[in-house]
């Protein structure tokens, strides 16, 4: 664990390497007590830079040997200052030899070169080489890699590395050897090696450009049934790019390697991606909806990150999106482009705003807010973020709508004709963009270094007798840490005009024809757009396909609403208004719970849902989202002040209402939405599995002994995990009786899938009947193992950030229970322990009670003697005034 005293590193500070890396060879003897790692870099001056002397960085190893050009350097030829290494007076060019020792198997943090199950792993990024040997690790540095991996044949049959393997062959020893080479500079964050037994399915792949490509998904015996998915979603992300941005796969082979004990989703390491199983392994029968997407999107991230963070990466690391956040805008065009039809790819629009609001916004509006390119850090880990991520796709989807798909493909053309193989800026990207559009995107700018969720507000005015309707546009952007003003953003606002008859109006803006939806750009804190030749009073359509990650503010009546709800032709928009509907009423219901109010639902509302929930013109997927109400998450944060039992209990009402009030036809589109014959995870399919469990979660909301029947049923008929998994998580929501028996025999089932454990877990952690005693007593189950990042993600985490009634009890036993995991993690894995810690970064907006309780716990957190860096930063901001 880091334990020296927190720095805080400013981009401002930025300065280029001293020196650059032209070659890197490694010689690694693999063992998991005592591992030798002999480094030998080629090194020159850096023109650009005024320091004299070679750094390198180093944790949690020994160093054993420093040769310069050949000299073997003594203790007073250098000097070492934490995990700084410095070598003063060293000539213009160099040749540094290095021999280091680290012992995979304590290596808990899962950085670095670490064992799972007995097999060799690495995860290099953000800082993770330093601890396998000393290095110049900055994403700036940039070299070409040749690799020598030697271990004991039997127990490490598969040797990997980036690149292309040149040779292997066997050693007298009982070990044997493999040799790879990366014909790519890249920098040390996507270094990778495996040592492992494993096994692989694999493919020849004809690539666009004639070449044969040999394709590999890597697992542990007994997995290989559960690879087919990542290897098809491989397969289609490598046609896709190379249709989409005539991008191809430059290397001869491309490798996935699943791993249980993993702090992330998946890594990009060149050519040899190393992925968490939750995203590879899947057949129907432990994998669920859920779960075969989010392989496919995975999977597809990791690829493209091959020419987008790859093949050109970012300069430091306060540039972080200018790989996420493109990669996953590239990842969710794949995803959508793989459904294919209008409401498949709303449908996935609405997910990626649902994660934005459940998230990213309280994150904006949090003490670890910042910008999608943060000006400072502590903890690099600490910002692979939901702002980084999901906002930095948002910024680079705005490109896109501001330029056009054309547009944006001239783009990035320029964007990699300038720039491969180099380590580049956010601004580079963004002039690229400029350049190719001919465009100004100064302002543009903003929504890098700006902080916050821009909060947009309308007003209109329709003119009958000029025939004209003004929309004004508002926008302003609340405080954040270190940014108490804001200057205004460049906003593409999409809106459309409905007549009365619920139809597209055709829209003329400035004399120009804008089709059906014009794209405003809103530049000032307030912009007047005036449309012409609108022939009767319109209902405005604002923000559609949510054109930009902001907060749309009032502007329009709950008859307007209705209007949008029933005909809007933007589907995001059309699912917006059913929100907007729900939250109103639900804020209200929150209200009335907390003063102990009776509680009531109006028939209009009833109605809207019914009309809805039967309109067979709408796909099921569609009318899955739009049925499902805005999460107790997002409703509180339209509160000033969040008492978690009463936002519970009114959206607990509503759904019970619903269920009630709808339950014939409840019933009706449960049958209606079956899915006989062999289990598909096709778009169609998983959209019809997704509506009919919305309905018999919606009849158990209130449930009855038909409703529970009807669950139970599902739970013992089943024939794949996504209908088993709702109908149990159902059971246990409802309280019912067959809860604990259903549990059981889950178990009973699936104990040897640890991926399926884990969901066993998660069901229980996350539902409200589970107290604190119910969570002690899963920790002693025998499957159950807070080293394994899954399974402490699987219980611990899901109590504390989804068990949202329970996790704040009144007596404060949620916020202790916190306290020691965060610092049990902690002493583990500060990446986890982080990241639980955010949990109770926004205690300061619940009710007084319980901030007292909350400020206890995080205040036994901050004071640990032994603290990471990674958690001092989360539980010190979070405190800070």
């Given at each position: ?51 004299r002397e070679i750094e390198l960085y180093g944790e949690d190893i020994e160093l054993v040997a420093l040769r310069l050009n ?812």
């Open positions: 664990m880091r334990t020296d005293t927190p720095q805080t590193i400013y981009r401002s500070d930025y300065t280029p390497p001293s020196y650059l890396v032209d070659t890197v060879e490694l010689g690694f003897d693999l063992d998991p007590t005592r591992t030798v790692v002999a480094n030998r870099l080629t090194l020159r001056r850096n023109p650009d830079s005024a320091q050949g000299r073997l350097l003594q203790e007073g030829d250098y000097a070492v200052n934490g995990s700084l290494l410095t070598i003063p007076n060293t000539p213009e060019e160099a040749t540094l030899e290095i021999e280091t020792l680290c012992v995979p198997e304590q290596n808990t943090t899962l950085s670095g070169l670490y064992t799972s199950n007995g097999n060799f792993f690495t995860q290099c990024e953000a800082e993770g080489f330093r601890r396998i040997t000393y290095f110049p690790d900055r994403p700036d540095v940039m070299a070409t890699y040749t690799v020598m991996l030697r271990a004991n044949k039997e127990r490490y049959p598969v040797l990997l590395s980036n690149g292309n393997l040149l040779e292997e062959g066997d050693l007298a020893d009982g070990r044997h050897y493999a040799k790879w080479e990366d014909p790519f500079k890249k920098p040390s964050y996507l270094f990778a090696l495996v040592a492992a037994q494993l096994v692989c399915q694999e493919e020849t792949f004809r690539l666009a450009d004639g070449r044969d490509a040999l394709l590999q998904v890597w697992v542990e015996e007994g997995n290989l049934d559960k690879t087919d998915y990542a290897m098809q979603s491989l397969k289609h992300s490598i046609r896709w790019d190379e249709e989409r941005y005539g991008l191809e796969l430059d290397l001869d082979r491309f490798m996935i390697v699943a791993t249980s004990d993993f702090n992330m989703g998946a890594m990009e390491n060149k050519g040899l991606n190393i992925f968490n199983t939750k995203f590879v392994l899947a057949n129907p029968r432990v994998a669920t909806d859920i779960d075969f997407q989010g392989i496919e999107a995975v999977v597809a991230h990791e690829y493209f990150h091959n020419w987008t963070g790859n093949r050109v990466t970012c300069r430091d690391w306060f540039q972080l999106s200018l790989k996420e956040g493109l990669t996953v805008f590239r990842d969710q065009e794949f995803t959508s482009d793989m459904i294919g039809t209008e409401l498949g790819r709303a449908v996935t629009r609405i997910d990626q705003v649902r994660t934005l609001r459940q998230a990213q916004f309280p994150e904006d509006a949090g003490p670890m807010a910042h910008p999608v390119r943060p000006d400072s850090f502590v903890e690099i880990n600490n910002f692979y973020t939901v702002t980084v991520y999901e906002k930095g796709a948002e910024v680079v989807r705005m490109y896109q709508t501001l330029l056009g798909r054309e547009g944006f493909r001239k783009g990035m053309d320029l964007y990699f004709e300038r720039h491969d193989e180099q380590a580049v800026t956010c601004d580079d990207f963004r002039l690229a963009m400029a350049d190719a559009g001919g465009r100004d995107f100064t302002q543009f700018e903003r929504w890098y270094s700006q902080a916050g969720t821009p909060q947009l507000r309308f007003e209109t005015r329709y003119d009958e007798a000029a025939q004209t309707y003004d929309i004004t546009l508002f926008q302003s952007c609340p405080a954040t840490p270190g940014q108490p003003t804001k200057l205004p953003f460049h906003i593409p606002v999409a809106v459309g005009l409905l007549d009365r008859a619920g139809r597209d109006m055709p829209l003329t803006v400035d004399g120009k024809d804008m089709g059906t939806t014009a794209v405003l750009e809103l530049l000032e804190e307030r912009q007047t757009f005036v449309f012409t030749g609108v022939t009767e009073q319109p209902v405005a359509s604002v923000l559609r396909d949510f054109s930009a990650p902001v907060i749309l503010q009032g502007g329009y009546t709950d008859a307007d609403l209705l209007h949008l709800f029933n005909h809007d032709s933007d589907p995001v928009n059309r699912w917006e208004a059913g929100q907007r509907l729900a939250m109103g009423r639900l804020l209200k219901l929150t209200g009335e719970t907390a003063v102990d109010a009776k509680l009531s639902l109006d028939d209009t509302f009833i109605e809207a849902m019914r009309r809805m929930l039967v309109d067979e013109s709408l796909d099921p997927a569609f009318r899955e989202q739009a049925l499902l109400l805005p999460s107790e998450t997002m409703i509180a944060e339209q509160l000033s002040e969040v008492d978690p039992l009463s936002v519970h209990v009114a959206r607990q009402f509503m759904r019970a209402n619903i269920g009630a009030a709808l339950r014939t036809e409840l019933m009706a589109q449960y049958q209606a939405n079956l899915t006989p014959g062999p289990y598909s995870p096709d778009a169609a399919s998983a959209g019809k599995r997704a509506l009919k469990n919305l309905a018999l979660s919606y009849l158990n909301a209130a449930p009855d002994e038909e409703t529970i029947a009807l669950a139970a049923r599902q739970c013992v008929d089943a024939d794949n995990m996504t209908d088993r998994a709702a109908a149990l998580s159902t059971l246990i929501h409802a309280r019912a009786p067959e809860a604990e028996a259903e549990l059981a025999r889950f178990y009973d089932e699936f104990q040897g899938e640890a991926l399926v454990v884990d969901k066993w877990f998660a069901m229980q952690a996350s539902a409200p009947t589970t107290d604190i005693a119910k969570v002690r007593e899963l920790m002693r189950h025998p499957a159950f193992n807070l080293r394994n990042p899954n399974r402490a993600r699987s219980l611990v985490a899901n109590y504390c950030m989804n068990n949202a009634v329970q996790f704040h009890a009144p007596n404060g036993s949620g916020y202790l229970f916190w306290a020691e995991h965060v610092t049990l993690l902690d002493g583990l894995n500060p990446q986890v322990a982080a990241r639980l810690a955010r949990a109770m970064d926004r205690w300061r907006r619940f009710t007084p009670s319980l901030q007292v309780h909350m400020k206890t716990a995080l205040q036994q957190v901050a004071g640990q003697q032994r603290l990471s860096n990674d958690v001092r930063e989360v539980v010190t901001k979070a405190l800070a005034n």
